[in-house]
């Protein structure tokens, strides 16, 4: 009940393309969702993240879909960019410790 | 712009041997963590502190490890006896509120 599951695995688009990673949740106890970014040897950067009461948010070219109750969210990212070729985390936050449980990442290229 | 700094960025030990990882957090900020990640696996949540209290810990913080806020700005994580499957990416963060900022990580290779 813990888990985030995240797909796909992996994702190969062309330039200017809008990759859509999606993830789903059970824990309803759930209540804060980041994206992370993270290239190769980095640490995760935090991209954008939602709360349960909306359920879209933007922020440049990237946007999350939120659907409260399906359990579900996802990102866009709008004209994709070979610079954006990295891999993506969805998590999800449970209050307490502030623990985040991260999805398993989705490795995106980006083609030109 | 503030960022969390860890060091060192790699450190090889052996096993049975101690390690301490140290990670400087954002000034303002209140809420610290450490999470791992194993080579091409996800980022898995060990502990967070608040308060000079651990707040939660996951079932791999188990007696090996241990955390600590020395002074007013350093957050480290020690590993007593490193086993070979401790071998990964550790990454502290910090938090003054929901946004969670994570570190460059420290690689740790145990032989």
């Known amino acids: 009940q813990q888990q985030v599951k995240q797909s796909p695995q992996s994702l190969i688009v062309q330039k200017g393309g809008i990759p859509i990673i999606n993830c789903a949740y059970e824990?309803?106890?759930?209540?804060?969702f980041p994206w992370y970014q993270q290239f190769p040897g980095k640490g995760p950067a935090l991209l954008i993240a939602?709360?349960?009461?909306?359920s879209e948010k933007k922020e440049g070219r990237f946007t999350i879909s939120f659907n409260k109750s399906a359990k579900q969210f996802s990102l866009h990212i709008m004209d994709s960019q070979p610079g954006d070729s990295a891999t993506y985390f969805c998590?999800?936050?449970?209050?307490?410790?502030?623990?985040?449980?991260f999805g398993t990442g989705t490795q995106l290229k980006v083609e030109l | 712009e503030p960022e969390v700094t860890q060091t060192p960025s790699h450190q090889v030990t052996q096993m049975g041997q101690e390690v301490i990882l140290r990670c400087v957090p954002i000034?303002?900020?209140?809420?610290f963590y450490w999470y791992r990640q194993i080579l091409g696996q996800k980022v898995e949540f060990l502990v967070s502190?608040?308060?000079?209290?651990?707040?939660?810990k996951s079932e791999i913080f188990d007696d090996q490890f241990s955390v600590e806020r020395p002074d007013g700005s350093n957050f480290t994580l020690k590993i007593r006896s490193t086993k070979l499957e401790d071998s990964a990416m550790y990454f502290c963060?910090?938090?003054?509120?929901?946004?969670?900022?994570f570190g460059p990580g420290t690689r740790l290779t145990v032989t």
């Open positions: 963060a910090s938090s003054g509120g929901y946004e969670q900022y």
């Open positions: 824990n309803t106890a759930f209540d804060y």
């Open positions: 939602i709360r349960p009461d909306v």
């Open positions: 998590a999800a936050r449970t209050g307490g410790g502030n623990k985040l449980t």
């Open positions: 000034s303002n900020h209140l809420y």
């Open positions: 502190f608040y308060n000079n209290e651990i707040s939660e």
